[in-house]
Structure formats: C-alpha cells, structure tokens
C-alpha cells in the first residue's frame, strides 16, 4: 500500500519541533543512484480546513513520483510562522527542509543567511514563466531565494441576496460605502462593512488608496507619517465611527468570518485565501451569492495591495536536491492549475492561466487584472516586520484609543528606530 504523507502535528514549544527538524541527519538522502530519497519537512502556512487538505494532497502526489520520499507535512499558523522558522534557523535546531512563506518574509530570511539560493538548481524550472510581479519577491541581491507559489490582493467580498434586498451595488469609492452601508442598515438591519481591525494589512488598500506607503525603499525616506498616511488613518476610523464598518481589536480573522458567512454583514475586504473558507458560510450554501469586485478608490484612486506565499529552502537543510525538487514540482503549472480550480487561487506562471481550472474559476479571473495592477511592497529584509507597529496604532485609531495624527506619528518613529539611517 502506497505510503501517505506523514502529518506532524505543530507543537508549542521549539525544542519539541526540533524532532522534525529538517536539518537531523535522518532527513538526509542523496541522488547518487540517480533516484531521490531520504526526508522532506515542509512547513505550511495555508489555512486549515480549507486550503491545507489541498496542498496537503498535492504534496502527496510527489510522494508518488519519487517512492523513495518521505514529506513530512507540518501546518504551522500563519501568525507564528515567522518567527518560529527564525528562532529554529538560528539555533539550527527544528528548521524545515522547506517553509511556505509570506512574501515579505523572503528578503529578511535571505538577509540572515537562512535560504539557500536557489539559482541554477531544479526548484527554478522554467522561471521565464513566472509572473514578473511574483518573482520580485523571491530575489536579494541579484540572487533568487525562493520560487512564488500563488500571488494575490484583495477586493470587496459581499452577500449579493442583501445588496439586492437593499437596492444597492457594489461601492466603486469610500464615500459610496458609507452610503451604501446606511442603505443595507435601513433596509436589513445588518451592518456593511466587517473591517478587520487587528491586522494592518488589512489597513494598506486604504493608505494606497489615499496616495501613501509605508516607506520609499529607493530613498529610504519613512512615508507612512506624511500627511496622506494621516488621511488614511482618518478614513477608517471614519467608517467605524460612522456605523458603515463593525471592527475588533483581537481575533479579526475569526470574527470577520463567521460575522460574513452568517450574514451579520452585508461586506469584508479579503482575497482569493479566504474563498474557499467563504463558501462554507450558511449565507453561501448557493455559492452564487457570493460576490467580489474592487477594494472602493480613496482619494488618489485604487490602491489593493500585492500580496502572495513563496516556497524557500532552508540553507541547512540535509536534503537539498529532494527539497529543490519538492518546490519544483508544488509551483509546477500542473500544481498551480490545481490549486486554481479547488481553491481559486491565483497561479504564479504565466502558462497556468490557460488551463482549464484557471479559465473556469471566476475568482481567479477576476483577480488576475487586480494583480497586474496591485502595489509592490518594497522587498527589504525589514519589510515584513513593518506591520508590528503599523498593527498597534492601527487597532488604536479604529477603537477609539489614539487619532489619526498620533497613529502616524507613532508608527514613523518605529521605523525610524527599525530602519537605521533612514529620514
């Protein structure tokens, strides 16, 4: 009987993550009959319940292709990634072969010394078919360190049956979603907006859309504190102080969720991740009912962030070719059509979006000219821990704890404390 992928459940503490470490020699193998073999821990950061038994199952379909094989599946938080894979890279003790991460992540693991370059090895198989906005990403210094496995950004996620109920359309700018928001209230009863307030992403199509950034990388001048990131601290709070958004201050994901999908609000902003979630929801048991279109303009116009997940390879790894092998074949266009079709997300290779499952996922489609058009982050080591204080201050302004002026102030002295020499 064929061997399945060996599932390791994630454990709280370091020094009991380390017995699936990818860096013990029992991980090792070689390729010296030409055959891999040996073990690959992956870390996966996807969502569980939803997008874990899908990337999951793929992985399995490696094991298939090389018997001699042993992935070992672990699915890590997404929030406690980050630093778990840092502090067991740096204590080399606990890594995994290969970890799944969040694009910001993979300058700042590149910085420490803590990917293998991936550069002429098997994981990079036909890069020209990449996305050129997903393979920003991935490359440091002239070398690349990870391989983009889906990319994304976000739109206006919204119950059609209670826009239909409150003669409303989708918002095309903020001020139409103030306005649509008291319509569904009047009409429904039920809030419009669920604006996820422990996480600043989330905040970042409203900065975009004002005119702002958190930083200008080829300067390397701090913006988030200028008078358009201001604005934009101004505009969400607007809409929680005017009753047009809901918010939280701890366990958003959650709560913006279960508040959608049992129809407590008519509107979420999200992305292509949260689909499959969704449409478990009771108000989605016909999925047609879900609708998505633009995240709303702000003053300056559309402004929906670039985001998505890359596959690195631990430099400490014992396996290295079975591990560039793994990445190769979970980006492969037959991979990424798959994820396409069951989970509508949004392939990085180009040559993806012609295949079927991609042509026939409207959500895919709908995104994909969102993508081409979405705003880079700036790919610096610091990137990914520029939300720490962004998070702070954001959660502040939207519960009434801090304004607008203060937020951005505080968040631009962080950087320039994070960012050495920056103004």
Known sequence: MRRGITATALVATLALAATACGSDDESGGSKSSGELSGTVTWWDTSNVGSEDKVFKKIAEGFEKKHPKVDVKYVNVPFGEAQNKFKNAAQ????????????VAWTPEFADLGYLAPLDGTAALKDEGDFLKQAAASTEYKGKTYAVPQVIDSMGIFYNKKMFEDAGVEPPAKIA??????????EK??????????DDSYYFLSFLYGEGGDLVDADSKTVTVDNAEGTKAFGVVKDLVDSGAAKTDATDGWENMMSSFKNGDVAMMINGPWAVADTLTGKEFTDKANLGISTVPAGSAGQGAPQGGHNLGVYAGSKNLDASYAFVEYMTSVESQAQTAGEL???PTRTSAYAKKEAVDSEIVQFFKPVVETAVERPWIPETGSLFAPLNVEYTKVLTGQTTPEKAAKATGDSYRKLLKGWK
């Not at 204590?91 to 969040?102: C, K, L, M, Q, T």
């Not at 139409?176 to 209230?185: E, V």
């Open 91 to 102: 204590a080399n003790s606990g890594a995994p072969d290969v970890i799944r991460s969040e």
């Open 344 to 346: 509508n997300l949004l």
């Open 188 to 197: 429904t009863g039920k809030t419009g907006l669920y604006l996820r307030g």
């Open 176 to 185: 139409d979603l103030k306005s649509i928001a008291k319509k569904i209230k």
